[in-house]
Nanobody, 124 residues
Framework: QVQLVESGGGLVQAGGSLRLSCAAS????????MGWFRQAPGKEREFVAG????????SYADSVKGRFIISRDNAKNTVYLQMNSLEPEDTAVYSC?????????????????WGQGTQVTVSS
């Protein structure tokens, strides 16, 4: 089991940027593919972005392509989500997740370890 802790959420105006971080407590971080998901009030949790073991490949939901960038630093056991041009529709609790394996995972049930999430609120 991987322990995951997110940080970096907050309140930002539309058009602004935030950078989320997710720190993993595991010795073999580089053997996990990582993902970011979000859940808005009254909606189901949805995939946002995923990244392979070495930083590639990456995968994005259509709604965030061109605005969000996922990256990782295996030396720091950390995955990041740079969010630019934020919109009120991006308001949600953002959670990171870890999956042992090679392929980038875009589905909820593909991940076994989850963080508690960090709130992102975008005001109009």
């Amino acid at each position: 089991q991987v322990q995951l802790v997110e940080s970096g959420g907050g309140l930002v105006q539309a058009g602004g940027s935030l950078r989320l971080s997710c720190a993993a407590s595991v010795r073999t971080f580089s053997t996990y593919v990582m993902g970011w998901f979000r859940q808005a009030p009254g909606k189901e949790r949805e995939f946002v972005a995923g990244i392979g073991r070495t930083g590639a490949p990456t995968s994005y939901a259509d709604s965030v392509k061109g605005r969000f960038i996922i990256s990782r630093d295996n030396a720091k056991n950390t995955v990041y989500l740079q969010m630019n041009s934020l919109e009120p529709e991006d308001t949600a609790v953002y959670s990171c997740a870890a999956a042992y394996g090679w392929m980038v995972v875009t589905t909820l049930n593909g991940y076994k370890s989850w963080g508690q999430g960090t709130q992102v609120t975008v005001s109009s």
